[in-house]
């Protein structure tokens, strides 16, 4: 069913391409410094997009800047826009943008109605500022589904400036590369729909509680967390990918740290120069997990009873290119239970890495 379902959306955006046309030119109410372009689709030209480019149009402009009455992609970067104001997204075709850039941009606040009209808004970028904080109720009316928020200079973040009043959506945030310490949601992500979230490039000094979020993707790296404690991860149930790689601080992991994470199928541990040892009960409730990266670490060798506490795991890497798997070792006959016991190892292509 579901390869049918992608098979018929592939023909469906091939044949949606062959038919689509570029008109660039004679776009009404199009700004002198803008580029736009209007793309149809369908046999009858029946569905159309706007396209409106006015990156870096340089000192004196003032906004709003007009845009064509049914723009749905705008990007206004590189404009030393300064503080955002209400009246600076206002006008005729602002109200149908599906995707607004403004990046790059030396944004500073953002009033907490500016975005409030456009209500199709699915995609934001508002990466490159000089962000520190948000109003909560800035983004609530927005049927938001990525937002990027990177390059900024966030120190305390509260994820519930993402509870909407509209369907929620996944939505995914880039908050990497900001000056993070703390990250907090009071909600306890009952209304919060964030399935990706990255942290990374931040200075988190330990693992921020997100429980309650429906995360399926986490990146914590080049964090300066030295330690990860038991129930760290606590509640992430929906976690598939997490990410605590690059840790030049990173000393030690208790045991029981990744309990809760019982969909977790990929763990990224490389370069973690300081770690160097772990007991084997630190992967304790990680029923799904298929591969686990060791890989520029300071890990050296592997306790060969961690297969116990890994039911699942498929491939583990170490080192430079040492790649460890799973495979069953035939057991002898069993005399009280009648039957060959098998055993399963860890066989890696360099030897003695198992202990
Ligand atoms: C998270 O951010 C880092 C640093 O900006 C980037 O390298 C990585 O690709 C991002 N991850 C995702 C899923 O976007
Ligand atoms: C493990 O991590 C290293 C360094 O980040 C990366 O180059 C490598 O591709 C990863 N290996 C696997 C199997 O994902």
Redesign the pocket.
């Known amino acids: 069913m579901k390869g049918t379902e992608s098979t018929m959306a592939l023909l469906l955006c091939l044949g949606l391409s062959l038919l689509a046309f570029v008109h660039s030119s004679n776009v009404k109410n199009c700004h002198h410094g803008c580029h736009c372009e209007v793309e149809s689709f369908g046999l009858f030209d029946s569905f159309s997009l706007t396209r409106v480019d006015c990156r870096g149009l340089g000192p004196g402009t003032t906004m709003p800047i007009p845009i064509p009455l049914d723009t749905s992609h705008l990007d206004l970067s590189s404009n030393a826009m300064g503080p955002l104001t209400d009246t600076m997204l206002s006008g005729p075709g602002y109200t149908t943008l599906v995707s607004l850039d403004l990046s790059s941009n030396l944004i500073t606040t953002i009033t907490a109605n500016v975005l409030s009209k456009l209500r199709y808004l699915e995609t934001l970028d508002l990466s490159h500022n000089n962000l520190q904080s948000l109003s909560l109720g800035c983004f609530a009316s927005l049927p938001l589904a990525e937002v990027d928020l990177s390059h900024n200079s966030f120190q305390d973040f509260d994820m519930d400036v993402f509870a909407t009043k509209v369907n929620g959506e996944p939505v995914s945030v880039d908050l990497s590369h900001n000056k993070l310490v703390s990250v907090s949601t009071t909600l306890r992500g009952r209304e919060l729909h964030i399935q990706t979230l990255n942290l990374s490039a931040n200075r988190l000094l330990s693992v921020p509680t997100l429980a309650g979020l429906p995360l399926r993707y986490l990146n914590l790296d080049g964090n300066p967390i030295t330690q990860i404690k038991e129930g760290a991860f606590a509640q992430l149930k929906d976690l598939v990918y997490l990410s605590i790689?690059g840790l030049q601080e990173l000393q030690e992991i208790m045991p029981n740290s990744f309990n809760g994470l019982q969909s977790l199928q990929v763990l990224?541990l490389?370069?973690n120069p300081k770690l160097k040892t772990f007991s084997p009960a630190v992967f304790s409730g990680l029923d799904s997990l298929l591969?686990l990266?060791f890989?520029?670490s300071g890990v050296a060798s592997l306790p060969n009873n961690m297969l116990t506490h890994l039911p699942s795991i498929k491939?583990i890497?170490l080192g430079r290119s040492i790649q460890c798997w799973r495979t069953q070792k035939q057991g002898q006959f069993h005399r009280q239970l009648g039957q060959v016991q098998h055993n399963e190892v860890l066989s890696c292509n360099v030897e003695g890495v198992v202990l």
Do not use: M, R
Request: proline share 0%.
């Open positions: 790689s990224d490389s370069n591969e990266n890989s520029g491939s890497t």
